[in-house]
């Protein structure tokens, strides 16, 4: 089984960027779909994206889509996501997700990693 580590959280003003990296370890990464969820205080976790093994099909949330997107270099075993005009709103803890396809990981059931903490100001 994959196992997984968040990093790049941190505080931001609103408008500014981040960049989450997620590495993995234990599996096969090149043959896992992988994706980012968000968690925010007092609600339920949320899908943000999701990629391909390939890396050739990407998805995203409709409250993402044009400022955040997902990339995976699978020489590095490691998955990003590039959040830019971030807003209050994406505060949030940021959650990778791993599974043999697309469609296990937006549905959550792949495996999960501890999360990063991403906090945007206004």
């Not at 960049?19 to 992988?34: I, K, Q, V, Y």
């Not at 075993?77 to 990981?105: F, H, R, W």
Request: hydrophobic content about 35%.
């Amino acid at each position: 089984q994959v196992q997984l580590v968040e990093s790049g959280g941190g505080w931001v003003q609103a408008g500014g960027s981040l960049r989450l990296s997620c590495a993995a370890s234990g599996g096969t990464f090149s043959s896992h779909a992988m994706g980012w969820f968000r968690q925010a205080p007092g609600k339920e976790r949320e899908f943000v994206a999701a990629i391909s093994w390939s890396g050739g099909s990407t998805y995203y949330a409709d409250s993402v889509k044009g400022r955040f997107t997902i990339s995976r270099d699978n020489t590095k075993n490691t998955v990003y996501l590039q959040m830019n005009s971030l807003k209050p709103e994406d505060t949030a803890v940021y959650y990778c997700n791993a599974g043999p396809t697309v469609s296990i990981v937006r549905s959550g059931f792949g495996s999960w990693g501890q999360g990063t903490q991403v906090t945007v100001s206004s």
